[in-house]
Nanobody, 127 residues
Framework: QVQLVESGGGSVQSGGSLRLSCAASGYNYNLYSMGWFRERPGQAREEVSCINRYARYTHYSDSVKGRFTNSRDNAKDTLYLHMNNLKPEDTAIYYC????????????????????WGQGTQVTVSS
């Protein structure tokens, strides 16, 4: 059974930091690219970052570039999102997703490119 379990969300003040984790199980993690998506209140789900299978390529949306760092530990089947200098507009539910094959080489991917999703973790940033 495939599972993606996010953790690390919470409430922080503007300028603070959080680290999200996504623990994967039930499939061959090393063969999948991974993405972080978020749903801000009243807005569609958007991808904020992706990382390819062997972490050679990483891409970010303009809204988080320079503040968020996406990484993966293939020995632990875990994905991370380090979020620094958080802003109120980063308030959202954050999801990790796994996409089969060689994705995230040329840029961010559509949500339809991903096969498995986590349940989400809430991040709230207050001003």
């Amino acid at each position: 059974q495939v599972q993606l379990v996010e953790s690390g969300g919470g409430s922080v003040q503007s300028g603070g930091s959080l680290r999200l984790s996504c623990a994967a199980s039930g499939y061959n993690y090393n063969l999948y690219s991974m993405g972080w998506f978020r749903e801000r209140p009243g807005q569609a789900r958007e991808e904020v970052s992706c990382i390819n299978r062997y972490a050679r390529y990483t891409h970010y949306s303009d809204s988080v570039k320079g503040r968020f760092t996406n990484s993966r530990d293939n020995a632990k089947d875990t994905l991370y999102l380090h979020m620094n200098n958080l802003k109120p507009e980063d308030t959202a539910i954050y999801y990790c997703a796994a996409g089969r094959g060689q994705g995230c080489i040329y840029g961010l991917r559509a949500s339809s490119s991903y096969n498995y999703w986590g349940q989400g973790t809430q991040v709230t940033v207050s001003s």
